[in-house]
């Protein structure tokens, strides 16, 4: 052993001193071989020629490792100008190592075929997924190891055989459409104990680049993975009910979870130690999502976050949760990452009695450089976060947001900057606590290093996508919609959220936002929240969802609000509105929208009571379904409701509008056209167009078709006897039919239109306005 080296192990065998990997783990070395091969394949600034994609090395790779004794080494080693091992799956043994040489590539066929579980079930995306092996497996094969100072590269951003698309792209496919990618993992580690990854450099895996699973001894040491930060689903070295693992001085740049560790049915994830790292892009030093079996006795220690979208992250859910305990993260340093510390046993909306517990987590002498979005949660008041706190400083917080319940904080030893407030937070001070100091962080950043040793094959990088992807079971960039649309720009964004139940109240203040779902059954894509008038301060501030700003859409989804699920219908503080939405020029298009009394708000904009004029406010809806009893319908935006289905639930009499023109020339109204009203079986009393809210409510039906539940009258007034504001309405109609459709008994106050009065009404022209807006030309997304 070299000097240097000597002080190396010296210096890490210190560290493991205080690592919770039961081992005496140093520096690995590489078996002595067996058998050294010599690559045949000639890549040209990373290309294989055409001819010799079909020269695949896999079997004589594979009858290498067969044919190798235990404690020895099948080495791959370039030959010339020929660096290239072109391969499919393949297989370690128990004992034996792989080595690829400097200069060296093992390079992952192009040909989903090679990959297949079943016939044709790799390289696809649909409802199943997992239809592929992995490029390189270890099952049961203990002892093995993969090393050396040369590459193995994924080529996910290469196209398929066959296949105008590459590995990379299906897994964007199935992101926006919410199915399931088939794509191959670069390196499988299962069932395979004192397993070695040693020097070797991971390029651009279509998918996870190194999945243990039930392992007893895992080192990955000096390893280098180097991935486009726009790849979906391509983790770093993910520890799955795994025991005695370090990860030490490796340097991860990828497009997911740069390390996460996880645990389910095979069992705990304990006794791990990261040491001496480097994290850039990607998902940060995560735990989770799955941590049903437990996770404990972790240090992590001498770690660098530069660039990631999250820091320190615990993530699980009462679907796959567990008990997470006894973590230590010391001398940890982070910026430029949007997310620096999360621990969220709220990761998806799914139900389940799994509890995600995170109690005994411990952070020394943490430094976050730059703002971000921190989150501090607890599951409950029951199952509260634990978390102690030596020395952590967070700079810029005045630019930073929290989202913080349900913990109990304490500031131990040396105090530091960074204090959780919020809903349900006690935060402690240990007696002997005394002002701290930020740690330095400025010589622990480094650049990656350049990697000539490791060739890299041509591909190309996905773009940066500006979508903002939603997704309840984790798999998106987000699990809150709230949480995407403050993260969305000034200027608005399209944020897609996949299906499941979103339990939160919106906002949307910000102009030229985008809020859809891929999948065209808006009752698979649902916002609930149960705020009632009563408990909120009045019925305007009852929403489920709040837009404010212009310019926005909404597709295939649903706004529910269920305050009557659970509480009865009383005639005051009952209001509930799934919807409130001022913003001028906003479509809905095949969105359900769900209450009882008072689930949708149109208004304008500055209606003052000195009489100042209203700013109409323009709205849209088209193929949408709208579900209420009393008002359900009410405001004075200026509205079309075209190919709607209006549907009556059951309460003692009903009213569909109410709307609120509060003057003569106030430029508002409502108009439905080639709508159908319809009701559930048991409203048994009759169900009325509408009352007018202000005197001058404005109301016009066109091609409706009316179930038997609407009242010949058709109108009423407010309250009968006591206000005249039906004799100021303007009440409208034009070729109602069905049987609530009786222009013979509707009230004298109605107006029966001639067809071209009707015209006036159509959408491009009823809200059409100075600048010619025409909803219907763009009303269905890109």
């Given at each position: ?382 199952h509260k976060l634990g978390l102690t706190l030596d020395n952590v400083f967070a700079d810029d917080q005045q630019h930073s947001t ?381």
């Amino acid at each position: 052993m070299t000097p240097s080296a000597a002080a190396f192990y010296l210096l890490f065998s210190v560290a493991a001193l205080h690592a919770q990997d039961t081992r005496k783990v140093g520096e690995p070395h590489i078996p002595p071989p067996c058998v050294t091969l010599q690559a045949t394949i000639i890549a040209t600034q990373g290309t294989i020629a055409d001819r010799d994609e079909q020269r695949l090395d896999t079997e004589r790779i594979q009858r290498a490792i067969d044919n190798c004794k235990a404690g020895n080494a099948v080495v791959l080693r370039a030959h010339g100008r020929s660096s290239v091992f072109l391969t499919g799956p393949i297989a370690l043994r128990p004992g034996v190592t792989l080595v690829v040489d400097a200069h060296t590539s093992l390079v992952a066929s192009r040909d989903p075929r090679l990959y297949d579980l079943s016939p044709g079930s790799c390289g696809v995306v649909n409802e199943r997924g997992h239809g592929c092996k992995s490029l390189i497996s270890a099952n049961k094969a203990q002892d093995s190891g993969i090393m050396g100072e040369g590459s193995i590269d994924g080529r996910g951003g290469a196209k398929l055989l066959r296949q105008d698309i590459t590995w990379w792209d299906l897994a964007h496919e199935a992101k926006i459409t919410d199915r399931q990618q088939s794509v191959s993992r670069l390196i499988s580690v299962d069932h395979s104990n004192n397993f070695i990854l040693y020097k070797i450099t991971l390029r651009n895996s279509p998918n996870f680049h190194v999945a243990v699973n039930d392992t007893d001894g895992f080192t990955a040491w000096g390893v280098k993975i180097m991935t486009p930060k726009t790849a979906r689903n391509t983790d770093g070295i993910d520890p799955g009910s795994s025991r005695n693992v370090t990860i030490a001085h490796c340097f991860i740049h990828t497009g997911d979870d740069d390390v996460a560790v996880k645990s389910g049915k095979s069992g705990p994830a304990s006794n791990i130690s990261i040491l001496h790292n480097h994290f850039y892009t990607g998902h940060g030093m995560s735990i989770g999502s799955g941590t049903s079996g437990g996770v404990d006795h972790m240090l992590v220690e001498d770690l660098t976050i530069d660039g990631a979208d999250n820091g320190i992250r615990i993530k699980s859910d009462r679907s796959r949760g567990g008990l997470v305990d006894d973590l230590h993260y010391r001398d940890v340093c982070i910026r430029d990452t949007k997310n620096p510390l999360v621990f969220t046993p709220l990761y998806t909306t799914f139900p389940g009695d799994q509890l995600p517990v995170y109690r005994d987590i411990t952070l020394e002498n943490i430094h976050i450089l730059t703002a971000g979005s921190y989150t501090f949660l607890g599951l409950d008041s029951e199952h509260k976060l634990g978390l102690t706190l030596d020395n952590v400083f967070a700079d810029d917080q005045q630019h930073s947001t929290w989202l913080t319940k349900d913990a109990d904080v304490i500031i131990a030893g040396r105090r530091g900057n960074l204090e959780p407030q919020g809903d349900d937070v006690n935060l402690h001070s240990t007696a002997d606590s005394s002002p701290g100091k930020p740690i330095n962080c400025e010589a622990h950043f480094v650049p990656f290093p350049d990697l000539p040793n490791a060739p890299e094959m041509a591909g190309t990088r996905p773009p940066e996508d500006e979508t903002l992807y939603v997704a309840a079971d984790g798999t998106g960039d987000f699990y809150s919609i709230q949480r995407a649309l403050d993260a969305a720009p000034k200027t608005g964004a399209l944020v897609l959220v996949a299906p499941g139940t979103y339990r939160e109240v919106l906002t949307i203040d910000k102009p030229n936002i985008r809020l859809r779902s891929a999948n065209l059954d808006a009752g698979k894509t649902m916002v609930v929240n149960d705020r009632s008038a009563g408990a909120n301060g009045g019925t305007l501030h009852s929403a489920t969802v709040n837009v404010t700003a212009d310019n926005f859409f909404a597709e295939n989804i649903t706004f529910q609000n269920e305050f009557n699920r659970t509480h009865p219908q009383l005639p005051a503080g009952s209001q509930a509105l799934a919807l409130l939405v001022t913003g001028d020029r906003a479509v809905f298009h095949n969105v359900r929208l769900l209450g009882n009394q008072d689930t949708v708000y149109s208004g304008s904009r500055n209606c003052a009571p000195d009489g100042n004029p209203c700013i109409p406010a323009r709205q849209y809806f088209s193929d949408c379904y709208i579900a209420g009893n009393v008002d359900f319908i009410f405001g004075d935006g200026k509205v079309v409701f075209d190919h709607c289905e209006i549907h009556s639930t059951a309460h003692a009499g009903g009213f569909i509008t109410a709307q609120a023109k509060h003057y003569p020339d106030e430029d508002s109204g409502f108009v439905f056209d080639r709508c159908t009203l319809t009701s559930g079986p048991d409203v048994t009393r009759s169900v009325y167009l509408g009352r007018p809210w202000r005197p001058y409510a404005s109301v016009v039906f066109l091609n409706t078709e009316m179930g038997e539940h609407i009242d010949p009258a058709g109108w009423r007034e407010w309250h009968p006897g006591e206000t005249h504001s039906i004799e100021t309405v303007f009440y409208a109609e034009f070729n109602s039919t069905g049987p609530g459709a009786r222009p013979e008994q509707r009230d004298t106050h109605t107006h029966l239109l001639t067809p071209e009065q009707a015209r006036q009404y159509e959408p491009s022209v009823f809200l059409g306005g100075s600048d010619h807006w025409n909803p219907q030309k763009n009303e269905k997304s890109e």
